[in-house]
């Protein structure tokens, strides 16, 4: 892929486009507006880890600590609600010892009054940082930050500073404008030349007619061996109609817009989405 820029203008704009059909040679011509790719690229590949980028290290530390401390103290709150709910259950049979029941109660409820301030306080606390980044109106404020058409000195180090994390995450990145109908058809191409595979071609024409084999999408590799696969929404780059992720750690899972689900065996390896870099 080449990044070409057209220009200002309403047909102008920067966009991702095979080099080969630049060049006049036997390529899909479809081009992939880059700020939109960018914009699926930055919100679904997480492991680029966009607020530790944009707030720092200390930051994201700070996030973590005051996450797991409200996340203790709703446990907390959790298990006060039904020691009272028991409590209450006693009151009413508890006769000579009502008194000490209903003490208990009060201390219990001062309790969670008291985690309640707290959890409040926290949650203060949280948003003066701005260090929640996880809902979806936040992180395309983010991008839109990073994609400002004047941007500042501190922009162009945040992304230099992403530009460095992904070098030293990524191995391949692999940009499909066109889907696998490109892919499909040069397999067609080749096996229409071939003798007695008329099952398999006609396996692959079913495939190039599904109107999901136009879908564009793009795959990341990581240096670690782990991968990410994202079908953005043709219509918002903030969403993604399919994606798959592999890892060691939980294998191959399939993740849609409403649902996810793990496949076994569980994991792809670079050979088996880059050919060319076998050993």
């Known amino acids: 892929?080449?990044?070409?820029?057209?220009?200002?203008?309403?047909?102008?704009?920067?966009?991702?486009?095979?080099?080969?059909?630049?060049?006049?040679?036997?390529?899909?011509?479809?081009a992939w507006r880059y700020d939109a790719f960018?914009?699926?690229?930055?919100?679904?590949?997480?492991?680029?880890?966009?607020?530790?980028?944009?707030?720092?290290?200390?930051?994201?530390?700070?996030?973590?600590?005051?996450?797991?401390?409200m996340t203790a103290l709703r446990g907390e709150q959790a298990a006060i609600g039904q020691q009272m709910d028991r409590t209450y259950e006693l009151l009413g049979v508890a006769g000579t010892a009502a008194g000490y029941v209903a003490q208990k109660l009060q201390t219990l409820e001062a309790?969670?009054?008291?985690?309640?301030?707290?959890?409040?306080?926290?949650?203060?606390?949280?948003?003066?940082?701005?260090?929640i980044v996880s809902d979806e109106k936040q992180v395309k404020a983010l991008i839109k930050r990073l994609q400002d058409r004047n941007p500042s000195d501190e922009v162009y180090k945040l992304r230099s500073t992403i530009a460095a994390r992904l070098r030293s995450?990524?191995?391949?990145?692999?940009?499909?404008?066109?889907?696998?109908?490109?892919?499909?058809?040069?397999?067609?191409?080749?096996?229409?030349?071939?003798?007695?595979?008329?099952?398999?071609?006609?396996?692959?024409?079913?495939?190039?007619?599904?109107?999901?084999?136009?879908?564009?999408?793009?795959?990341?590799?990581?240096?670690?061996?782990?991968v990410r696969g994202v079908y953005p929404d043709p219509d918002d780059p903030t969403r993604f109609t399919e994606q798959f992720t592999s890892s060691s750690e939980m294998g191959l899972v399939e993740e849609y817009p409403d649902h996810s689900r793990q496949i076994f065996p569980p994991r792809l390896t670079l050979e088996d989405l880059f050919p060319e870099h076998k050993k």
């Not at 070409?4 to 011509?29: F, H, I, M």
């Not at 980028?53 to 996030?63: D, F, I, K, L, Y």
């Open 38 to 69: 960018e914009t699926s690229f930055l919100a679904f590949v997480k492991e680029v880890d966009l607020e530790q980028v944009m707030h720092g290290e200390n930051e994201a530390r700070q996030r973590s600590i005051l996450e797991e401390a």
């Open 169 to 226: 995450l990524v191995h391949t990145i692999l940009v499909a404008p066109a889907g696998e109908a490109p892919h499909i058809q040069k397999t067609i191409d080749f096996l229409e030349c071939q003798e007695d595979v008329e099952d398999v071609l006609e396996h692959a024409r079913k495939r190039l007619e599904d109107e999901r084999s136009g879908r564009r999408y793009f795959l990341v590799a990581f240096a670690n061996g782990d």
């Open 111 to 131: 309790r969670r009054a008291a985690i309640e301030a707290e959890l409040r306080e926290r949650e203060q606390e949280r948003a003066r940082l701005g260090l």
């Open 1 to 30: 892929m080449r990044f070409e820029n057209k220009g200002p203008g309403p047909k102008g704009g920067t966009y991702l486009v095979c080099d080969s059909a630049r060049r006049g040679l036997r390529c899909e011509k479809t």
